[in-house]
């Protein structure tokens, strides 16, 4: 009999989603988020759970915690085109933790909140070994608004918002011992999407959706299985975060960043050539960039473009949880 | 600066409670979910955790696991009148955890969804020191059929449905030794109020309810404190699970399973005098009894009347996290 550590959490996944039943959801398991018909709205659900051990690198405040624990739950909203309702947050807290310690989780996650315009509405408190987060989100979006994963057509493009590998630069900074506080931000508070992917799907042009928290790589090949389709993908378009290559020492540095190293909450979006202009306009007026990185296959290779110009198969290696890279 | 350990879980939720930003929830923490109001209806939601140290005892099999971390979900909302939409499943474990381990639990959170007519719909899985599950449950109640915990009036009866005791029946069984499925089956595999909640909230006679899950005291000190009222409570009137009378060899020990044993997820009413008949007669179609065991008081002491008619004040005893009785 296998262990997770030998399956992997893909295999993990697929497991789970081979057992459970189908309800009455309009989209489920494989998507950023549940989704359920109310009254020709999409109500949205997703939840993310963090451990001490997987996702809470040394250095990282209690306030980031708090902070990064709502950031990854609105980014999933973000990405279907939704608005968020309010969020529940559970806790599994070591006894010894302090008091202290404690508030500043709670100010962190609550202030991440109202700057989306939203609130924590409940939540659980557990005793646990290891510190656990663990928070569902919920939002609404109206039907015809719901940019799903599943859309993508041959000769679409895809796209991202911002720029990729602020999330590796603050690990990268890490490993090298520099402590400075404006490396690690992006890594330790993300800021979702949110008003942009509301944008987006008032616009109805993107067909396909998702954010990239496990990695550009790891993305293109969820994209691909769910789509049937494969991707081309230009390195050499990829718009890479100034902290990168301020950290990275060599070209390898920075292409591991942005394409493998997850933690960056931007979109990654699939929509016709012909309507990517007023998507990066429309964004613009966010004060964020959209770049155009590749586009849709028909066949299910993924292809990446070396900065010589030479194609070669773009290997999966996004981040996996119980499997160690 | 106190530990959690210190401090317990109702001063740390006190604590959260005092931190978080009010938003656009029509029903906030302090009651079993949280509700938004969406075109007249409320959308209900409720999350639990549950980890090994705190939750699982042994003996208890993972598809139990599973069972019940969605059961005491939906218990929540059960306990508003609310009809469940879904609920979604987070697992943080162990990376030596078999498949055939989670395989097992799936099918039980899966049985559990399906024998009320439900799904889980998405969730997170995460490597963890020790086995954590979150559950978020979500569902809907017409706003008029909601009951929240607050609404108790002075001189309504206090109720309770099933039978108490049935969870600690099952704790008491382990701690001796004994080890037959039918005293755990209580305790391991809980089976929540569903279809009663609904049809409570159909009669909009209910006017404060909220599940006994953290044992009978708790429960009354919890909704002394938020319709700032008290109780009187007849011992010899609660109805006592025969699986307790089983296990107990004494009269204490009766008492303490059926007053201070958390893990019964029955419903705690509180209505008008006039409206018990009506609403007993409704739950028995469902075969569910419901019985009168006490009194709202309007000064905020929570009495006991014992089996020889004295009445003191009634002790706090229920679990309480973080903090060891």
């Known amino acids: 009999m296998k262990t997770l ?13 081979s057992i459970l039943s189908k309800g009455g959801e309009a989209v489920g398991i494989g998507d950023d988020c549940a989704a359920f018909e ?35 739950n609105f980014s999933d909203i973000a990405a279907k085109g939704g608005d968020i309702l309010g969020m529940v947050l559970s806790l599994g807290l070591p006894a010894n933790v302090s008091e202290d310690f404690l508030v500043s989780i709670i100010e962190g996650a609550d202030a991440c909140a109202r700057s989306y315009k939203t609130s924590i509405v409940g939540g659980d408190t557990k005793e646990d070994k290891e510190l656990t987060l663990c928070g569902t989100v919920f939002g609404m979006v109206p039907r015809e608004h719901f940019i799903g994963r599943k859309g993508a057509e041959v000769g679409d493009i895809v796209a ?21 506080k404006d490396l690690t931000k992006d890594l330790f508070q993300p800021t979702p999407r949110v008003l942009e992917g509301i944008r987006l799907g008032e616009l109805k042009i993107i067909h396909s959706s998702m954010d990239i928290s496990d990695g550009l790589s790891s993305s293109l090949y ?29 070209q390898e540095c920075i292409d591991d ?3 493998h190293f997850g933690g960056d909450y931007e979109l990654l979006l699939i929509l016709p050539e012909d309507k990517f202009l007023e998507a990066k306009h429309e964004l613009e007026l966010f004060g964020t960039n959209l770049t155009k990185i590749g586009r849709v296959r028909e066949d299910s290779d993924i292809l990446i473009k070396n900065r010589r110009g030479v194609y070669s198969i773009l290997p999966d290696l996004g981040y996996e949880h119980f499997k160690h890279r």
């Open 5 to 17: 550590e030998e399956i992997g959490e893909r295999e993990a996944i697929r497991i789970i989603q």
């Open 160 to 180: 991202v918002t911002g720029y990729l590998g602020k999330a590796a630069a603050g690990f990268f900074a890490l490993q090298k011992g520099y402590n400075k």
């Open 222 to 250: 969820q994209l691909s299985e769910i789509n049937e389709v494969g991707f081309e993908i230009w390195l050499d378009s990829i718009p890479i975060s100034d902290k990168l290559m301020a950290v990275c020492d060599s």
């Open 257 to 259: 960043g942005i394409l």
């Open 38 to 72: 109310i009254n020709g709205k999409y109500l949205l659900i997703s939840t993310d759970m963090i451990t001490a051990s997987t996702h809470i690198p040394k250095g990282m405040t209690p306030w980031e915690i708090g902070w990064f624990i709502a950031a990854i």
